[in-house]
């Protein structure tokens, strides 16, 4: 059974930065995508970017030029490196690994982009 543990969200100040860790764990397959998702109060889930074991990446328009995902395969860790983090970036977010047939859900962790 594969589970995600998620960390790295906290408050931070507009134009700062955070950058959030999701560790998987359990029977992998070779080859899966990986996602970052947030959610706000009364939004629905957005996906704000995914990148595939082999490195290919996608993100949601709101982030391009300020966040970069990455992954350490060796390790099963996805990163999320979010810079000039804006008010509109609070949300939850939450990871997710994903292959054909199967998907697993963190837990999601808080941010909050606030003075």
């Known amino acids: 059974q594969v589970q995600l543990v998620e960390s790295g969200g906290g408050l931070v100040q507009p134009g700062g930065s955070l950058r959030l860790s999701c560790a998987a764990s359990?029977?992998?397959?070779?080859?899966?995508?990986m996602g970052w998702y947030r959610q706000a109060p009364g939004m629905q889930r957005e996906l704000v970017a995914s990148?595939?074991?082999?490195?290919?990446?996608n993100y949601v328009d709101s982030v391009k030029g300020r966040f970069t995902i990455s992954r350490d395969n060796a390790k099963n860790t996805m990163y999320l490196q979010m810079n000039n983090l804006k008010p509109e970036d609070t949300a939850v977010y939450v990871c997710?690994?994903?292959?054909?047939?199967?998907?697993?859900w963190g837990q999601g962790t808080q941010v909050t982009v606030s003075s």
């Open positions: 997710k690994i994903a292959w054909i047939g199967y998907n697993v």
């Open positions: 359990g029977s992998i397959f070779s080859f899966n995508v």
């Open positions: 990148i595939t074991t082999d490195g290919s990446t």
